[in-house]
C-alpha cells in the first residue's frame, strides 16, 4: 500500500474522529440546555402563571383575535423567516417577563404587532431593546408567524391549558404544529426569562424543535385550541375547527 493511500485512510479516520466528537459534545450541550430550561419553567409558571381558568375559554372565539397573521409587523418579520424551524428559533429568542412586571396588573393580553413593535421600548421592560411578554402573547404571535408564512389554519393552534412544569402547576399557553399526522408541540417560553425574584435575566436556548416529538408536553388538562381561523373546546366538543384537531394523536408516538 503506497504511503500516499496510507496519508488518506489516516487523514480520513481523523475526520471521522472529529465528527463523532463533534456529535458527541452537541449532544452533551443540548442535554445541558434542556436541564437548564427544565430547571426555571417551574419558577417561570409560579411567577407568571396564565390566571385566566378553564370557564374563561368556553367561548373562545372571543381570544381569536389575537391570532393576526395580516398584520404589518407579524408579515414583515414572516418575509424574513426561511421555514418552520427558523420561526420558531426566532420565538424562542424573545424573553419571557411577567405581567405585574411589564404592565402592573396580573394578566393583559396584547396585540402581536404591540408585543412585536412596541415591547421592546416599553419604559417598564427590565431588558431594553429586546421582545418581552409573558406565554400567551409569545404563543399566539408564533401561531401568526407561522399563518402568515403560509401555514394552513388547520395546521397550527395555539393551546391554554393547565400544566406540571416539575411540580409546580398552573394556566400556560403554548403552540402545536399538525406534522405527519399528529399534533407537536411547541413552547416558545423555553427561551431567556426574566427572574422576578431576583431581578435577573436567564439566558436559555430554549427546548430543541423536535423535542416534543420524543417527550410528551406536560399538559394536565387542555382548555382550548384556536387560531384566526378555527377553535375548538375539548371538553364541551364545542368549536368549528376540522376532524384533526380532536381525533388526531399527539406526539410522542
Same mark, same amino acid.
Given at each position: 500500500?503506497?504511503?500516499?493511500?496510507?496519508?488518506?485512510? *489516516? @487523514?480520513?479516520?481523523?475526520?471521522? &474522529?472529529? /465528527?463523532? %466528537?463533534?456529535?458527541?459534545?452537541?449532544?452533551?450541550?443540548?442535554?445541558? =440546555?434542556?436541564?437548564?430550561?427544565?430547571?426555571?419553567?417551574?419558577?417561570?409558571?409560579?411567577?407568571?402563571?396564565?390566571?385566566?381558568?378553564?370557564?374563561?375559554?368556553?367561548?373562545?372565539?372571543?381570544?381569536?383575535?389575537?391570532?393576526?397573521?395580516?398584520?404589518?409587523?407579524?408579515?414583515?418579520?414572516?418575509?424574513?423567516?426561511k421555514n418552520?424551524?427558523?420561526?420558531?428559533?426566532? *420565538? @424562542?429568542?424573545w424573553t419571557?417577563? &411577567?405581567? /405585574?412586571? %411589564?404592565?402592573?396588573?396580573?394578566?393583559?393580553?396584547?396585540?402581536?404587532? =404591540?408585543?412585536?413593535?412596541?415591547?421592546?421600548?416599553?419604559?417598564?421592560?427590565?431588558?431594553?431593546?429586546?421582545?418581552?411578554?409573558?406565554?400567551?402573547?409569545?404563543?399566539?404571535?408564533?401561531?401568526?408567524?407561522?399563518?402568515?408564512?403560509?401555514?394552513?389554519?388547520?395546521?397550527?393552534?395555539?393551546?391554554?391549558?393547565?400544566?406540571?412544569?416539575?411540580?409546580?402547576?398552573?394556566?400556560?399557553?403554548?403552540?402545536?404544529?399538525?406534522?405527519?399526522?399528529?399534533?407537536?408541540?411547541?413552547?416558545?417560553?423555553?427561551?431567556?426569562?426574566?427572574?422576578?425574584?431576583?431581578?435577573?435575566?436567564?439566558?436559555?436556548?430554549?427546548?430543541?424543535?423536535?423535542?416534543?416529538?420524543?417527550?410528551?408536553?406536560?399538559?394536565?388538562?387542555?382548555?382550548?385550541?384556536?387560531?384566526?381561523?378555527?377553535?375548538?373546546?375539548?371538553?364541551?366538543?364545542?368549536?368549528?375547527?376540522?376532524?384533526?384537531?380532536?381525533?388526531?394523536?399527539?406526539?410522542?408516538?
Open positions: 500500500m503506497s504511503k500516499r493511500l496510507y496519508l488518506i485512510i *489516516a @487523514v480520513l479516520i481523523i475526520l471521522i &474522529s472529529v /465528527s463523532l %466528537l463533534y456529535v458527541i459534545w452537541k449532544e452533551k450541550q443540548e442535554e445541558k =440546555e434542556i436541564i437548564r430550561v427544565k430547571k426555571f419553567q417551574p419558577r417561570l409558571l409560579k411567577q407568571g402563571a396564565l390566571l385566566l381558568k378553564k370557564e374563561d375559554f368556553e367561548q373562545l372565539s372571543p381570544w381569536q383575535k389575537y391570532v393576526t397573521p395580516n398584520d404589518s409587523e407579524v408579515r414583515k418579520l414572516a418575509n424574513r423567516m418552520v424551524k427558523e420561526a420558531y428559533r426566532e *420565538a @424562542v429568542r419571557w417577563v &411577567s405581567d /405585574s412586571t %411589564l404592565h402592573g396588573v396580573d394578566e393583559k393580553w396584547i396585540m402581536p404587532h =404591540e408585543f412585536l413593535a412596541d415591547t421592546p421600548n416599553y419604559a417598564t421592560n427590565p431588558v431594553k431593546g429586546r421582545i418581552v411578554s409573558d406565554c400567551e402573547e409569545q404563543a399566539y404571535t408564533l401561531v401568526s408567524l407561522l399563518r402568515a408564512m403560509g401555514i394552513k389554519a388547520e395546521n397550527v393552534r395555539v393551546v391554554v391549558g393547565e400544566v406540571d412544569f416539575s411540580g409546580q402547576t398552573g394556566g400556560h399557553a403554548w403552540v402545536e404544529i399538525y406534522e405527519d399526522g399528529k399534533w407537536h408541540a411547541l413552547d416558545a417560553t423555553s427561551g431567556p426569562y426574566w427572574d422576578d425574584e431576583e431581578a435577573k435575566l436567564y439566558k436559555r436556548r430554549g427546548y430543541p424543535y423536535n423535542y416534543f416529538k420524543r417527550y410528551s408536553y406536560p399538559s394536565i388538562e387542555i382548555w382550548g385550541y384556536f387560531n384566526d381561523i378555527y377553535y375548538y373546546n375539548p371538553i364541551t366538543k364545542e368549536g368549528n375547527a376540522p376532524p384533526n384537531w380532536a381525533y388526531y394523536p399527539v406526539y410522542p408516538p
